[in-house]
């Protein structure tokens, strides 16, 4: 198995997710909305802090590579984490109209992202890191949230 597997499975977890607390807002239903959007951003924050913390740094070290594809992720999670604020505070106002539109701006940016790992970084960290255990400790980060 792919060293960034699951992390590849992942984004297809956290993508319904989305898709379930944008439906809940989109429709009023701000108590389902409240309890996905929660699952949501645990989710996604538990997706950032794998790669920050454990995939990043080890094809950093692997690679000597410590600007470039991985810095360009970071920025770019930093941009998700501001839309999820957006987000998280339109909620608690129960203003459908502001949700909606942090939300479809982070969905854009999710799947640029998205595309861009699994099309260009986790290639190559899958072939920096092939004989690590990289690959079993992000299961079990994931596994864990």
Not at 10 to 28: L, Q, R, T, V
């Amino acid at each position: 198995m792919p060293v960034t597997d699951p992390l590849f499975q992942h984004h297809k977890h956290c993508d319904e997710i989305f898709a379930s607390a944008e439906e809940a807002c989109a429709n009023g239903d701000w108590t389902e909305g409240d309890e996905a959007f929660a699952r949501l951003f645990n989710q996604l924050e538990t997706h950032f802090t794998s790669e920050e913390e454990v995939l990043f740094p080890a094809f950093e070290s692997e690679t000597g590579m410590t600007s470039g594809p991985t810095e360009v992720m970071r920025g770019e999670h930093r941009q998700m984490r501001d839309l999820l604020a957006q987000m998280k505070d339109a909620l608690a106002a129960r203003d459908s109209d502001a949700f909606g539109g942090a939300a479809e701006t982070l969905l854009i940016l999710m799947q640029q992202h998205n595309m861009k790992e699994e099309n260009i970084l986790y290639p190559m960290c899958d072939n920096a890191l092939g004989a690590t255990s990289v690959g079993a400790t992000l299961v079990e980060r994931l596994k864990a949230s």
